[in-house]
């Protein structure tokens, strides 16, 4: 038991300094204080500061406690994401479906798969931009990114009632770049950032590589628990709140109007900016209500790409932030990235101006509605239990039957040649621990289900 709490000591401290919470040279919190705050022996606290110091992370210096060593620590994302098991990791969660292995099946993964994506578009944009494409197209970007893809991204935003012009939008190599670019030049190390729970996996990876301190808030049909948003807004002091917009990720929730209103007025009252990734606006039958919409990129900032309607392969995304920021931001840019990929952006541009695009999307909806009926169908017959409003999104949100544990029926699917994403990848406070979100287009396939009923009875015996 000692040694278990000695090494509990250890990784808390450890934590710390990884995650700049304690920075070089400072003094750690006394062995009588830290008891007390843990429940841990002083005795315990001893050996462990002992234990650090002989590993040279901390300094003890006579009559005066112990000391951050003076040499910096590399930040680790292992020691600063909290789940106890990697399978519910939201970067072990990536990797596994990034990873190719001969015969893996992934329907806990996040896109298309190739057969779903606009093959013949991008090959008759690649063929035209190869014919027609003047030498500028190898050259670096300019600072904002290729003018005529902005506009482009302007009239879509427009369409969702969004006002952004052709100078407010700076791309970005994908929406995940374009959120690091904005949680850069907005927020500090230790900032508090606000998130909904569920939220997209990676949102947390993130916010964790900036080392900024997460804190979510309940999301349900509807949109963020107001109450519980007011409350935190109050007492945890966020810099900024990171959603979705319109289809969230991983509910298919959306936002509506009188939430947003609520939301939107905290987050006045409390100097609060908001994120909203639009990043699965192409697939939505009838756009949701926008944060942006409604307050005119005041303090919201839009961030998106196409990678989900287009190719994962097209690193294109963008930023539309308020004009009084924009040339700072563009110099932020510049100096983090020099210049964007002007061949992909020009790329970008021709499929997604090619009229049979509008005929793919919707095609694209109509698929997914088709294939979220028939999985939905197959694991209602497992005892899931379906917690979508509608189909037509790339997930089903689920729970599990009998209210198994997701991790563990993930950990047996692995066995079985099956990545899962159970539903704490997707949760900050560990409540989704019977939950679990599935990719219609990825479990379209009856091995998938034949699969997953093994799993599902291996997981009801181990469970017994």
Same mark, same amino acid.
């Given at each position: 038991? /000692?040694? @278990?709490?000695?090494?509990?000591?250890?990784?808390?401290?450890?934590?710390?300094?990884? *995650?700049? /919470?304690?920075? $070089?040279? !400072?003094?750690?919190?006394?062995?009588?204080?830290?008891?007390? =705050?843990?429940?841990?022996?002083?005795?315990?606290?001893?050996? &462990?500061?002992?234990?650090? &110091?002989?590993?040279?992370?901390?300094?003890?210096?006579?009559?005066?406690?112990?000391?951050?060593g003076s040499q910096p620590v590399p930040h680790s994302l292992k020691t600063a994401s909290r789940p106890t098991h990697r399978e519910v990791d939201p970067l072990w969660m990536s990797r596994q479906a990034l990873e190719p292995r001969p015969g893996m099946l992934s329907p806990g993964c996040g896109w298309l798969p190739e057969s779903w994506l606009p093959q013949h578009i991008i090959a008759r944009a690649l063929r035209g931009l190869a014919r027609n494409a003047? $030498?500028?197209?190898?050259?670096?970007?300019?600072?904002?990114?290729?003018?005529?893809?902005?506009?482009?991204?302007?009239?879509?935003?427009?369409?969702?009632?969004?006002?952004?012009?052709? !100078?407010?939008?700076?791309?970005?190599?994908?929406?995940?770049?374009? #959120?690091?670019?904005? #949680?850069?030049?907005?927020?500090?190390?230790?900032?508090?950032?606000?998130?909904?729970?569920?939220?997209?996996?990676?949102?947390? /990876?993130?916010?964790r590589a900036g080392r900024l301190r997460v804190v979510s808030v309940p999301f349900s049909p509807g949109g963020p628990d107001v109450e519980a948003f007011a409350h935190l807004a109050e007492t945890e002091r966020p810099r900024l709140y990171l959603t979705n917009a319109g289809l969230q990720n991983? =509910?298919?929730?959306?936002?509506?109007?009188?939430?947003?209103?609520?939301?939107?007025?905290?987050?006045?009252?409390? %100097? #609060?900016?908001?994120?909203?990734?639009?990043?699965?606006? %192409?697939?939505?039958?009838? $756009?949701?209500?926008?944060? &942006?919409?409604? %307050?005119?990129?005041?303090?919201?900032?839009?961030? @998106?790409?196409?990678?989900?309607?287009?190719? /994962?392969?097209?690193?294109?995304?963008?930023?539309?932030?308020? $004009?009084?920021?924009? !040339? %700072?931001?563009?110099?932020?840019?510049?100096?983090?990235?020099?210049?964007?990929?002007?061949?992909?952006?020009?790329?970008?541009?021709?499929?997604?101006?090619?009229?049979?695009?509008?005929?793919?999307?919707?095609?694209?909806? =109509?698929?997914?509605?088709? *294939?979220?009926? &028939?999985?939905?169908?197959?694991?209602?017959?497992?005892?899931?239990?379906?917690?979508?409003?509608?189909?037509?999104?790339?997930?089903?949100?689920?729970?599990?039957?009998?209210?198994?544990?997701?991790?563990?029926?993930?950990?047996?699917? #692995?066995?079985?040649?099956?990545?899962?994403?159970? @539903?704490?990848?997707?949760?900050?406070?560990?409540?989704?621990?019977?939950?679990?979100?599935?990719?219609?287009?990825?479990?379209?396939?009856?091995?998938?289900?034949?699969?997953?009923?093994?799993?599902?009875?291996?997981?009801?015996?181990?469970?017994?």
């Amino acid at each position: 038991m /000692a040694a @278990g709490q000695c090494e509990k000591v250890m990784t808390l401290i450890r934590e710390r300094i990884s *995650s700049r /919470a304690l920075l $070089p040279g !400072e003094k750690l919190p006394s062995v009588r204080s830290l008891a007390s =705050t843990t429940g841990i022996s002083k005795s315990t606290v001893v050996e &462990a500061y002992d234990r650090l &110091a002989a590993g040279g992370l901390i300094e003890a210096r006579r009559g005066a406690g112990f000391y951050v060593g003076s040499q910096p620590v590399p930040h680790s994302l292992k020691t600063a994401s909290r789940p106890t098991h990697r399978e519910v990791d939201p970067l072990w969660m990536s990797r596994q479906a990034l990873e190719p292995r001969p015969g893996m099946l992934s329907p806990g993964c996040g896109w298309l798969p190739e057969s779903w994506l606009p093959q013949h578009i991008i090959a008759r944009a690649l063929r035209g931009l190869a014919r027609n494409a003047g $030498p500028q197209v190898l050259a670096y970007a300019e600072p904002k990114g290729f003018a005529p893809l902005r506009t482009l991204i302007a009239r879509r935003l427009a369409a969702r009632e969004v006002k952004a012009g052709v !100078e407010d939008i700076v791309l970005a190599d994908s929406a995940t770049s374009a #959120l690091d670019l904005v #949680l850069r030049f907005l927020t500090e190390p230790g900032d508090t950032i606000l998130v909904d729970d569920p939220c997209y996996f990676n949102f947390l /990876a993130g916010l964790r590589a900036g080392r900024l301190r997460v804190v979510s808030v309940p999301f349900s049909p509807g949109g963020p628990d107001v109450e519980a948003f007011a409350h935190l807004a109050e007492t945890e002091r966020p810099r900024l709140y990171l959603t979705n917009a319109g289809l969230q990720n991983p =509910t298919g929730w959306k936002l509506s109007p009188v939430t947003a209103h609520k939301v939107l007025k905290l987050a006045e009252r409390h %100097d #609060l900016l908001i994120i909203e990734d639009e990043i699965f606006a %192409d697939i939505e039958a009838e $756009p949701a209500p926008r944060y &942006a919409a409604m %307050d005119g990129l005041e303090r919201v900032i839009v961030i @998106g790409s196409f990678s989900k309607t287009v190719s /994962a392969a097209f690193r294109t995304g963008f930023v539309a932030i308020r $004009p009084d920021w924009v !040339e %700072d931001f563009t110099d932020f840019r510049i100096a983090s990235r020099f210049g964007g990929s002007q061949l992909t952006e020009a790329l970008l541009h021709a499929v997604l101006s090619d009229g049979a695009y509008r005929r793919h999307v919707d095609a694209l909806r =109509t698929r997914l509605v088709a *294939s979220g009926e &028939a999985v939905a169908a197959e694991l209602r017959a497992l005892g899931f239990e379906i917690l979508n409003p509608v189909l037509g999104f790339f997930f089903l949100w689920c729970r599990l039957p009998d209210s198994l544990d997701a991790t563990m029926v993930s950990k047996i699917a #692995l066995e079985h040649g099956l990545v899962l994403a159970p @539903g704490n990848v997707f949760s900050q406070s560990g409540r989704a621990t019977d939950l679990m979100r599935f990719n219609v287009a990825q479990s379209d396939s009856q091995q998938v289900f034949r699969l997953l009923r093994d799993v599902i009875a291996q997981a009801r015996r181990a469970g017994n």
